[in-house]
């Protein structure tokens, strides 16, 4: 997470090979990732996000990556507001 100096959110994606090997795995968390930053980019005005996969992204579901996205995105909008 950076500052930026555009007054709108820009969203970065580092999703590897090495975490998730399937190109259908990598597309599925990328977007999760899109759909969740659509959703919450107007609280996020000012800032340049970039998301990286972890070991578990791989694994799971359609489900367990909305909460865990949804998850991060609170944490971070609490985490710019208390900035």
């Known amino acids: ?14 999703i590897s090979k090495r975490q998730v090997r399937t190109a ?6 990328k ?9 919450h980019q107007h609280e ?3 800032l ?13 579901d359609r489900i367990q990556l909305r909460r865990a996205m949804e998850s991060l995105w609170q944490e971070l909008t609490r985490c710019c507001e208390n900035s």
Do not use: K, T, Y
Request: hydrophobic content about 50%; cysteine-free.
């Open 44 to 46: 996020l005005a000012g």
């Open 1 to 14: 997470m950076a500052d930026n100096d555009l007054g709108h959110a820009r969203l970065g994606l580092a």
């Open 48 to 60: 340049d996000i970039v998301i990286m996969a972890r070991n578990g992204a791989a694994s799971a």
């Open 31 to 39: 977007r999760a990732a899109r759909e969740a930053f659509r959703r």
């Open 24 to 29: 259908v795995g990598r597309n599925r968390i």
